[in-house]
Structure formats: C-alpha cells, structure tokens
C-alpha cells in the first residue's frame, strides 16, 4: 500500500516566506515538552526523535523522523503547548518557519493544506493501529505494529526492503519493551519470514 511521506514542502517556498536554516548539534533540544509551538519545522538533514519521559525517568520514542519530514506542525494550528520533546539524534540541519507565516502560506497555497490534512489523517489512523498492537501482550505484535506504523511514512511497498533504521534499544524505548525481548522476537520474526537481518540492519 503506497503512502504520502508526510510532511515535505519545497524548500524554496519555504524560504520565500522566511523560513529560516538552523543548525542543531547531537542531542541538541529542538522544543521541550510544554514549549508553545512557534514555528513551522522541517528537516533538511539529518534525524530527530520525538520523545517522553515518564516520571521513573523511563524514556519513550513517539517516533524518529529524517530528511524532508516535519514535525510538531499539528500544534500550529491547535494552538497547544507542545506533547513532547524534539531532539537531535544526530546533527541536523532544520528549516523552521514562524507561524504566521506559516499559515499565511497555507493560506496562499491551498494545495498544501490538501496535502497536510491527508498527512494528518494517515498519522492518526497509523497511531490507532500502533496503539492496538501496543496494547497487545504479545511482542512481536508490537515490533510488527511498530514497523507497519514507520513504513507508513515512507514509499517502500516491497517486502523486506524498507529498512527500520533504529537502535535495538530506540525500538525498546518506541515499544516500551525490554531491549532483551526485542532481540529475542527480531530473531523469532526473521526465522517466520515477517523481516530480514542483514548485518545487524533490519529490512522489513
């Protein structure tokens, strides 16, 4: 099933309207949870994780997005104070547009708001089915809903060929697993055919 890689603007229109690149170093806090949500971002290089942390200190991924993928664009338009942090994996050159001139873009260009309200709905409807597999006690329903949901936002229709580009421990925190236990269902689900491991990568 082919899905829309949410969301990527053309650079260039997001400069014509002031957008802006900032650089942010490894491990470099883009927004904090309750931070009010000002600008537009977009990642023109590398990778940021969107991330929690419980009151017991235990951290949990949302989700870890790349090249040409937004991130935190749904509070522009609530106008909340944002659910989760933002931060750096890796440096990552971000483009980043102040709201308003955010919203007059979408204003002008009535195209993109097309284009963001079916990103919009494709990440609830991939969070809902997430959320079932992760309520699920079995894990490798969970690795599999996760993968389904990280395949999501990309154009790989193949089998094992999309490749899950996170840590065992990323896909511990993201699954709220042991990293023991992803381990030990990776393996489960290589030898039942649901993925491939390949020099530690896994392709599903």
């Known amino acids: 099933m082919k899905t829309i890689s949410c969301m990527n603007i053309d ?9 802006e690149d900032k650089i942010y170093k490894k491990k470099e806090v883009v927004f904090k949870e309750e931070d009010h949500a000002l600008y537009y971002f977009q990642i023109g290089s590398g ?7 419980s009151e017991e200190g235990k951290e949990f991924i949302h989700n870890i997005l790349g090249k040409n993928q937004s991130f935190g ?37 009535p195209h993109l708001s ?16 997430m959320m079932q597999s992760l ?21 790989e229709d193949c ?15 993201l699954t709220g697993l042991r990293v023991e236990t992803v381990i030990r ?11 491939s491991l390949k020099d530690r990568k896994i392709l599903y």
């Open 185 to 195: 269902n990776l393996k489960k689900m290589e030898k039942d055919g649901i993925l």
């Open 73 to 109: 664009e749904a509070m522009l338009f609530l106008s909340q104070d944002y659910p989760v942090n933002a931060v750096c994996l890796e440096t990552s050159r971000i483009i980043r547009l102040p709201k308003n001139n955010f919203l007059e873009m979408i204003d002008k260009h």
């Open 135 to 155: 309520a699920s006690l079995n894990p490798m329903q969970r690795l599999k809903g996760l993968m389904d949901y990280l395949k999501s936002y990309h154009d």
């Open 159 to 173: 089998h094992h060929c999309f490749h899950i580009a996170f840590t065992r421990q990323q896909i511990a925190n």
């Open 47 to 53: 990778k940021v994780k969107l991330n929690n942390y």
């Open 114 to 129: 097309l284009e963001m309200n079916a990103c919009f709905s494709q990440e609830i409807y991939y969070k809902l089915k």
């Open 11 to 19: 650079e260039n229109l997001l400069y014509s309207y002031g957008a």
